[in-house]
């Protein structure tokens, strides 16, 4: 009688009682996985637990400082394997600033398209006439990156990622910043790749972004590997609870100081007022005939898909738009190019959005972040008060982050950084709030806090708020009205 042969699978990497470190921090210590051929893997953990540095480490860009990771097949190699992460967004930002610096004094250079970006990134040869669009992206291909929105950039850098064909593929947050189409068609597309062998290693913070053709999880707690095996196995375990959600209790918002509040404050009842706003980039129409109004504590939510025109809405209103200029755009009552400077107008508005989180690296403490917001200031250049100290350590307690006031805003990850600015935006009491998707990369845990901080600021304070988001679970009660920007173009 024949013995039935068991399958074995190809070891692919190996990690053996490694410790990693980012800047001065050890993280991660004694870590062992094994990943094998055929196999696609999601990491789970709270924000700051590690979850990105271990999945860099595979790419070879975090130091291994003990322990060793083993490369088993040369298809494990550093240069042939994919990665998609906000970090990667970050660096990509940073040289097209760099470039722009260069280009304004002396000439030199110019910020690439969409398309040269990806042909420089694609490896192997890759070309985008040999790859199919499954997000969308041939239409922006001739625009600079810097004018897409935070759903546009995602889509462009996942196919940057799918183009050289890597065996592995390592995509951090990709569903951040997508449209809930958009995050049909990468789910399907990703598991195409899963299907005709593509490996993935997939790290979330949602339990249902987890695709059926994951077959193993990692999930990381208190700063170490808690759990790592099969679907089935992990996916039954209690150590699941914390993504489920467990209810939030806030402590009560803390109270705005009179030298922290604008000196300025007017009566005007109407906070923004857009008559047939009108926005184009070249020959792309973004926003037409656009008509709308907030009024001093109403509470408005901003929905419609990517490129639909909400981050340009959103820079009409901050001023980092110039065509506000161009258009009837009246902001506390006066219209947008009536004597009134941008700080002045900025002095009266808390902002928090995936833009301005890439624009603010500055290696400043946690606090400093927190009070530069009394300033509009990305770092922080004057002198404070005791009592305005203490108050960003209240919104740090409100946050959960007052034992990291001291830490470099820059060592935060990518989820704490965001609970970070969303004290810097509340610290002055501002009249208007906007927040563009407050709770990208936010685990369940800070999800729910941030939801339940913006309900009792939309119920028990003066201030208005404007809220972007492409999760309908996230339409938090106090929403009283909705502005659906699409196809149709109207409000």
Known sequence: M??????????????????????????????????????????????????????????????????????????????????????LL??????????????????????????????????????????????????????????????????????????????????????????????????????????????????????????PGISHVLIIREGRVAKAGSREEVMKADILKPFSGSGISLPPLPRPIPESLPKARQTADLLVEMKNVHVAFGKVTVLDRLTWSVRRGENWAVVGPNGSGKTTLLALITGDNLQVYANDVRLFGHKRGGGESIWEIRQRIGLVSPELQLRYRKPVSVREVVLSGLFDSIGLYRNVSADQKALADSWLACIGMKDRSERPFNLLSYGEKRLVLIARAMIKSPELL????????LDRSNREMVLALMEEIGRQSSTGMIYVTHHETEMIPCIQHVLKLGEERQA
């Open 434 to 441: 906007i927040l563009d998707e407050p709770c990208q990369g």
């Open 2 to 87: 024949k013995q039935k042969r068991k399958r074995t699978e190809t070891r692919f990497i190996t990690l053996k009682d490694v410790t990693l470190r980012k800047r001065d921090a050890f993280l991660l210590p004694g870590t062992f996985w094994k990943i094998r051929t055929g196999q696609n893997w999601a990491i789970l953990g709270e924000n700051g637990s590690g979850k990105s540095v271990l999945a860099r480490s595979l790419k070879g860009d975090v130091p291994i400082v003990r322990g060793e990771l083993i490369r088993h097949v040369p298809e494990a190699a550093v240069g042939g394997i994919g990665y998609l992460s906000f970090e």
């Open 90 to 211: 970050e660096e990509i930002l940073l040289r097209e600033d760099r470039f722009e610096d260069a280009h304004a004094f002396s000439g030199w250079g110019r910020t690439l398209t969409t398309g040269e970006m990806l042909e420089i990134g694609a490896e192997n040869g890759a070309c985008m006439d040999s790859f199919d669009d499954i997000l969308g992206i041939r239409p922006l291909l001739d625009r600079s990156i810097r004018v897409l929105s935070n759903g546009e950039i995602r889509k462009v850098l996942i196919t940057r990622a799918l183009l050289s064909r890597p065996k592995l593929l390592i995509l951090d947050e990709p569903f951040a910043g997508l449209d809930t189409a958009s995050r049909e068609s990468l789910a399907q597309a990703i598991s195409v790749l899963m299907a005709k062998g593509t490996q993935i290693i997939l790290i979330t913070q949602r339990l249902e972004e987890i695709l």
